[in-house]
């Protein structure tokens, strides 16, 4: 039968979510502050860790399933999507999280990305954001603006830059939030939004690389700017300013293309200052949802619990009889 | 007026007018009348207009492959007429619509008896009859030529009827009558025609007409797919390419066996979705064609340094790059054997026709999950796409392998949390190189994958002293795959021992092999034996060597330029094959061919004979 995961009566503490592997990034890299706001978005919801896989591409950031103790699985360069849908539709009660870089999601990954949106399969890709490659040495990622010269760069970027909110939001995305890695409390209940979400969720991580992006350092994400002549933090809350993202009835036209727009608009706003929160959300038939009406069978069994032999004598009983009789003679 | 057990039909017509419902129906009508029939489709990378054909031969006895010149052309267009006139037999027949074709302008043999058919008067009448508009009938033409090819050949009219029922079924049954108002017309045309009795390819009885419902006439695409529900496969991605696609849609259609059929935005996603399902312990399979078989690679490592299952089917076309998309040809085999970078284990199979493609499929799913690893299956354009007719599959002693699995019954206790968590060894150092398998979503087993080198956890490690055991366990597989794999499905030998010639093949060109050797025996009093390679990789080399040791010519028959299988044997074995009958134009061996270049080896002792017949 397909049974849906139940969440623990007594909830793990996010240190017991923590691997027994020393991380190999560098000391004060952003990467470690999403990892543990994943662990901690783990507990907090009393997801089961042997029902939760972690599924990660290339890079640095592609390290982050060793580090959880959870199953996971490091995958190539680009592809975590491609894998990560693959284990959900075998076994659509595992719980996935997808992580990786910006390079292995928005470049080499880049058609995984806008396909994953389009099919809506309910997991969560946490994006770490550190608008380099990272484990390469610090070439430009697709989210680097044009003109900007981070130190390992020899020349300034010639290209521009992508954004990750609006992309989402045109491949179909159902849920797009932006958090930041050092704002913990934040980035964990971001993270938790997008787990309960029913459908494709991105967040995109603002994520220091202190060893090549000597730009957007946890220092500029800290310092204050001026608004209107007053000192204020750079980094907001969209929440607090107002903004609303979620679309309430999604069959109202005029209110998914507003929250659409506004989407649009917020995320292409030129200002000194950092926005983080949900910038769109909205429910929408999953992939699963759509296949279960497809495949009735799978209505009544997961594709790894629907049967196929005799477990005694592990003779195959499908009975081919139907399909065969169109070409019997 | 002579009897015949072998004749080959032939129609063809601009692609989108019919040509393969035509050959479906003629094939089926004469396997219903109780022959055994081969149909070869041909078509350009085209959706409309180019010229297809399709030949149908039809035999007393159980055929695999076509011949040269055909017996019988049936057309109702004029392209046809000009293309393939010449191929008809001194005393053929051709059967034309007199109002697009003059047979005086065509390159006809002078014994050529020549069959005028009023296609557009029979569909007036039907027309008249029925009410409905000409041009709506006008696919029916397809119905006619069959039926009058059937008069001519004196096969018996019901057949007709039975196989449209067989193809017209549900919705579409409405359609039979309608298709026989116009057989039945044609079919009297040609018996009042005097020319018909002096026909000399009238369709000898069969001398044991099979029971009705033991054959199937079916192309190996269909067979797999079949295979693919029987063993269980529970995702199959793939991204639309020729031929593969069409086992693809085949299985799309059948959903009510629960199968997830995925079309992805390309092959990297098509393989890696796969092996991601193959993680979560569903079998798993994808099916592409030569340059999504490249795409796919990258994956397939992935799966091999993680021993993830996983099936990856590769219908090999005309290569290189998009080469010649709709033509057959086999030369993705060193591919296959060296795609991917680095070391891992794979296993390579090759089935030789249709019925072996359906119980090596279900194999398949087993050794990846037996031996962990992913597992290659070649088959090609003219498997995929040609229809053979087979007793019928037994299927009901099928036994899965899902080899060594831990945790199956592992329990969530919520008073011991410590022991959920606990992390398993899913990589084991192990003797015979099978590491007890786990999946996620199993309480005290949690491990990790990476395609970096691991530990036993999967944890990514680069020292020698666990790499060293790690690949040495992982390559292990292979030979305890080479044991355990049954000798006939590694190699097998058929025909004469002690022959003069012993062909040397593999994949497709069994079926034109295995008529060949019948006919040297039959008409020429000429033994030759056939050695057909079964397995890949692990290569039987054992096996090979022993059955090379008697072996007085041996020659290489392949669809290729570059002879793949004569430099596969010689680097895992040593043997170099001196003759060699190799075919590249995209057009698979015809049995006349094969007959006449072995003759040729045996007579001159040439030491490579290339093939180049067919349009
Ligand atoms: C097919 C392929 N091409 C290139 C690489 C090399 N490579 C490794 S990591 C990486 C970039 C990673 O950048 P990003 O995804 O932004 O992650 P970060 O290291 O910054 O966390 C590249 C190009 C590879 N592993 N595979
Ligand atoms: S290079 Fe940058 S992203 Fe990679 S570990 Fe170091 S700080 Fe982190």
């Known amino acids: ?57 290339v890079g640095c950031s592609g ?78 990622s697709p989210t680097l603006a044009q003109g900007a010269q981070p130190k390992s760069l020899a020349l300034p970027n010639p290209t521009t830059a992508i954004n990750p909110v609006t992309l989402a939001l045109a491949c179909g ?157 | 007026m002579n009897r015949t057990h072998d004749l080959c039909w032939m129609i063809g017509g601009p692609q989108g007018t019919g040509v393969d419902s035509s050959a479906t129906l003629f094939a089926r009508s004469c396997a219903v009348a109780g022959y055994w029939v081969y149909g070869r489709r041909e078509y350009h990378s085209n959706i409309k207009g180019e010229h297809s054909y399709f030949q149908v031969r039809v035999k007393t006895e159980p055929v695999y492959s076509h011949t040269d010149p055909v017996n019988l052309l049936a057309t109702f267009e004029n392209s046809t007429a000009q293309l393939h006139a010449f191929e008809i037999v001194d005393d053929g027949a051709f059967i034309y619509d007199p109002k697009v074709t003059d047979p005086a302008k065509l390159d006809l043999k002078p014994g050529v008896l020549l069959f005028p058919i009023p296609f557009d008067q029979i569909l007036e009448e039907i027309a008249q009859a029925t009410g409905k508009t000409q041009t709506s009938l006008s696919i029916i033409k397809n119905t006619i030529a069959v039926a009058a090819s059937m008069a001519l050949c004196q096969l018996d009219i019901s057949a007709i009827e039975e196989a449209l029922n067989g193809i017209f079924t549900g919705s579409k049954a409405k359609l039979v009558s309608l298709n026989m108002q116009a057989a039945t017309k044609a079919y009297e045309i040609m018996k009042n025609n005097p020319d018909t009795a002096k026909f000399n390819y009238v369709m000898e009885k069969p001398a044991t007409v099979p029971a009705k419902g033991s054959r199937y006439l079916l192309n190996a695409a269909v067979a797999t797919g ?65 340059p999504g078989m490249d795409l796919m690679t990258e994956g397939l490592g992935w799966a091999g340094i993680n021993e993830v299952p996983v099936v990856m089917f590769n219908y090999m076309r005309g290569g290189p790059s998009t080469g010649l998309p709709t033509r057959h040809e086999q030369t993705d085999m060193l ?10 284990p794979k296993i390579v199979m090759c089935p030789g026709d249709a019925r072996e493609q359906f119980y090596d499929t279900f194999k398949a799913f087993n050794y990846a999950d037996r031996y962990q690893t992913p597992v290659t299956f070649i088959s090609d354009k003219l498997l995929a796409n040609n229809t053979v007719c087979f007793p019928k599959f037994d299927d009901s002693n099928m036994k899965v392998d899902l080899g060594v699995m831990a945790g199956k019954d592992a329990k969530f206790d919520e008073n011991n949390i410590e ?101 040297l025996k039959e008409k020429h009093n000429l033994d030759v034996n056939f050695i057909q390679i079964r397995l890949l990789s692990p290569f039987p080399v054992d096996a090979f060597k022993k059955a090379m040791a008697n072996v007085k010519r041996a020659v290489v028959v392949e669809s290729s330029f570059g002879g793949q299988i004569t430099q596969l044997i ?40 290339v093939l180049s017949y067919g349009l």
Not at chain 1, 74 to 99: C, E, V
Not at chain 1, 114 to 136: C, I, K, P, Q, S
Not at chain 1, 197 to 220: E, F, S
């Open chain 1, 1 to 57: 039968m397909v049974s849906s995961p139940t969440p623990l009566k007594t909830p793990l503490k996010g240190s017991q979510l923590k691997s027994d592997i020393h991380s190999e990034w560098c000391p004060g890299c952003g990467d470690f502050g999403i990892t543990n706001s994943i662990q901690q978005a783990i507990a907090g919801l009393g997801m089961k860790p042997w029902e939760t896989f972690i599924v990660s591409g």
């Open chain 1, 63 to 140: 390290k982050v399933p060793h580090y959880i103790h959870t199953y996971g699985m490091h995958t190539l360069h680009g592809r975590s999507l491609a894998f990560a849908q693959g284990a959900k539709l075998a076994n659509p009660n595992l719980h996935i999280i997808a992580a990786g870089g910006d390079g292995d999601g928005y470049g080499i990954g880049a058609g995984h990305f806008v396909h994953a949106g389009r099919r809506n399969m309910d997991m969560t890709y946490v994006v770490f954001n550190n608008e380099v490659y990272g484990l390469t040495k610090g070439q430009a």
């Open chain 1, 173 to 329: 995305y159902t849920f797009i939030a932006r958090s930041y890695a050092f704002d913990a409390k934040h980035l964990k209940e971001t993270i938790m939004k997008a787990i309960q979400h029913k459908g494709m969720a991105l967040i995109d991580v603002l994520q220091p690389c202190p060893t090549y992006n000597n730009i957007h350092t946890k220092d500029y994400f800290a310092e204050m700017v001026d608004v209107g002549g007053s000192q204020v933090p750079r980094v907001y809350y969209l929440e607090n300013e107002g903004y609303d993202g979620v679309v309430k009835n999604p069959n109202d036209i005029n209110e998914v293309n507003a929250k659409q727009a506004q989407c649009f608009e917020q995320a292409h706003k030129v200002e000194d200052r950092v926005a983080l929160g949900v910038y769109y959300q909205i429910e929408r038939p999953t992939f699963q949802d759509i296949l279960k009406k497809n495949i009735p069978l799978l209505n009544e069994f997961t594709p790894v619990e629907l049967p196929y032999y005799d477990p005694q004598t592990m003779i195959a009983n499908t009975d081919l009889s139907k399909a065969a009789a169109d070409f019997t003679i």
């Open chain 2, 226 to 290: 079949l295979a693919k529900l029987k063993a269980g496969c529970r995702l199959q991605t793939y991204y639309s390419i020729t031929p593969a696609v069409d086992e693809c849609i085949y299985l799309e259609d059948l959903s009510e066996y629960g199968l997830p059929v995925v079309q992805c935005e390309d092959e990297i996603a098509a393989i890696n979705m796969a092996i991601g399902g193959g993680t979560t312990g569903v079998r798993a399979s994808t099916s592409t064609s030569g």
């Open chain 2, 335 to 344: 591919a296959c054997l060296f795609s991917g970078h680095g070391e891992y």
């Open chain 2, 419 to 519: 022991a959920a968590l606990q992390k398993f060894p899913r990589f084991k150092i192990t003797e015979d190189g099978i590491s007890p398998r786990a999946l996620p979503g199993m309480p005290g087993h949690i491990y990790w994958m990476t395609g970096d080198e691991h530990c036993e956890y999967g944890h990514i490690t680069e020292e020698p002293e666990i790499r060293i055991p790690m690949q040495e366990k992982r390559m292990k597989k292979l030979d305890l795959a080479a044991r355990e794999i049954l000798p006939e499905d590694q190699l097998v030998v058929h025909g004469p021992e002690n022959a003069p010639i012993t062909i040397v093949s593999w994949g497709s060109t069994k079926g034109v092999i295995l008529d060949t050797i019948k006919v």
């Open chain 2, 570 to 609: 010689t680097m895992r074995t040593g043997i170099q094959i001196e003759h060699e009958v190799l075919k590249w134009s995209g057009r698979p061996i015809s049995e006349t061919e094969l007959v006449a270049a072995i003759q040729e080896i045996n007579e001159k002792q040439s030491r490579k004979v």
